[in-house]
């Protein structure tokens, strides 16, 4: 069964362009254009998540506070989560990491290494 990947990005053309490359390897893909859309989306879903991409600088919630919110609920504790932003300081990756993420990638990443790593966390 293929992999479900929620993309979490307050820019539509990163998520339209994320969401190609991860479809064009088999995944399935639901999008959100924010924290709180991400939350929403990741509850609603029918089929669970196996792997969040998300921004961190986001309208309504940012990606910091995302994270933070998905690692305080036990189901999603092991869920694997890739930040994917233009925030490359370390200040910025240390904090990503500290409230959960698996992984920091650094726009713009690319494709061949976002899907290398992601296959990694999800096989």
Known sequence: MSKHILIVD?????????AFIMKKEGFIVTMAEDGLD????LYATKSPVDLIISDINMPRMDGFTF?????????YRDLPIVVLSTEGQEKDIQQG???????????????????????????
Do not use: H
């Not at 994270?67 to 189901?75: C, G, L, S, Y």
């Open 10 to 18: 307050d820019s539509k053309t990163v998520r339209n362009l994320v």
């Open 38 to 41: 991400g939350l929403e989306k």
């Open 67 to 75: 994270i933070k919110t998905v690692r305080e609920q036990d189901a």
């Open 97 to 123: 990491i500290n409230l959960g993420a698996n992984l920091y990638m650094v726009k713009p990443a690319k494709p061949e290494q976002m899907v290398k790593n992601i296959r990694m966390l999800i096989g």
